[in-house]
């Protein structure tokens, strides 16, 4: 998504800076390299271009498991932002002569590490944290913590300035925040335009496609999708069993099905995240049933935290055509293997949003991604029709 941004009409807030922490280091490279080949098209007078805008940094642990943040050069006066992925279990630690995978809490402690460890010198700090801490405890439903709201009250106490997220599990928990700036990005067009690529047959109208959300919760995106397309709108609602909690949360007795009729038709059902997995595949199970054509997947962030067997099962079946999600999230390296996963790179979108942030330029434009994905749809029509 082209940003229309331009160094003649725009002032830098100041020298951008970014920092990985641990787990967010192949994301954070990825948009370093978007935002190098953008700075040297539009800074004519090469007042801004750098080799890297990357800024070492590490959170090296004692073998108690006691840590510290290290920045390796000076932060005085950058515009920074720092890169955090809170899922990356594949990044472990030695403690007391073991291997740990680091876990969402000890990510966010490194990312409080940095961002003490910066000592207040920045000119402006963001947070960019595309899988929102916690995001599922966001809110109380009994004597529970407010772990995400806390974690928000956190950073904007350390002197973070803005946090940018994507597909937040419940936005309106920035109101704890009201004073700090919270960006909440989709990857709608993104994850339209790697389903057409990989199958270009598809045909993004109502007569061969329709959308279905996998519960009332994912009906917000769904219902983007829908309208912005022009397509039917479906939804299963998740009859739960109040009675009985298992691994912190009441057990899925249903899936009952409000909605047209998927007989014949292409399916697209969009949700965050895919942590199981065992509910959408029951609810892929049941769309085939009804007698859908294909049947794809969406998630923004593809967690697969109990491997991808039952995928890959569930795929031999013909349950499901694809999975489409992006890289904003660890992915475990199975995927890699597995034919029916598509991933969105996101590295692009992402550096046009800090370039804009950097430029103190709106973001509007690369909020809601309704022109890119008309324009998309046409030039599928026109593609289809040669």
């Known amino acids: 998504m082209t940003p229309k941004l331009s160094f003649s009409t725009n002032t830098p807030k ?22 190098i080949e953008w700075y040297k098209s539009v800074d004519t007078e090469n007042t801004l271009q750098k080799d890297t805008f990357i800024i070492e ?10 840590g510290k943040g290290m920045i390796m050069e000076t932060v005085r006066g950058k515009d920074l932002f720092i890169i955090c992925d809170v899922s990356n279990h594949g990044v472990t630690y030695n403690f007391l002569g073991k291997q740990i995978p680091m876990t969402p809490d000890e990510h966010f402690a490194d990312l409080k590490r940095i961002i003490c460890a910066a000592n207040g010198k920045p000119e402006r700090i963001t947070v960019v944290m595309p899988m929102l801490y916690a995001a599922r405890q966001h809110r109380r439903a009994s004597r529970e913590s407010l772990d995400c709201a806390l974690m928000l009250h956190e950073l904007a106490s350390m002197g973070v300035s803005d946090i940018i997220t994507f597909d937040a599990h419940d936005p309106r928990v920035q109101n704890a925040v009201p004073l700090m700036g919270f960006d909440n990005y989709f990857p709608t067009y993104q994850i339209l335009k790697a389903l057409t690529k990989r199958f270009p047959d598809v045909k993004l109208d109502k007569n061969s496609l329709m959308c279905i959300s996998p519960d009332e ?13 022009g397509l039917d709108l479906g939804m ?7 009675a009985n909690v298992v691994n912190g949360r009441n057990p899925i007795i249903a899936h009952e099905y409000i909605g047209s009729p998927v007989m014949g ?24 049933e009804k007698g859908a054509q294909r049947v794809f997947l969406s998630a923004t962030f593809a967690l697969f935290t109990e491997g991808v067997d039952k995928f890959n ?22 995927l890699k293997d597995c034919e029916w996963f598509i991933e969105a790179d996101m590295s692009k979108y992402l550096a046009y949003i800090i370039a804009a942030g950097n430029l103190n330029e709106a973001v509007s434009n690369l909020l809601d991604p309704f022109e890119k994905i008309h324009q998309l749809v046409d030039s599928i029509n026109k593609r289809q029709q040669k």
Not at 313 to 334: C, Q
Request: net charge positive; glycine share 6%.
């Open 217 to 229: 919760g994912a009906m917000g995106r769904n219902v983007y999708y829908a309208s912005v397309l």
């Open 265 to 288: 038709m292409n399916v697209f059902v969009a949700d965050d995240m895919i942590a199981t997995g065992d509910s959408i595949i029951k609810l892929a199970k049941e769309i085939k």
């Open 57 to 66: 940094a590490t959170c090296p642990r004692f073998t108690n498991g006691d």
């Open 236 to 242: 299963f609602y998740k009859r739960r069993d109040y």
């Open 14 to 35: 100041a020298p951008l800076a970014l920092i990985a922490t641990p787990g967010a280091k192949e994301l954070t490279q990825l948009i370093d390299k978007r935002l």
């Open 313 to 334: 099962k569930a795929y031999e079946e013909g349950l499901f055509d694809a999975v489409i999600s992006t890289n904003l999230a660890y992915r475990i390296p199975e």
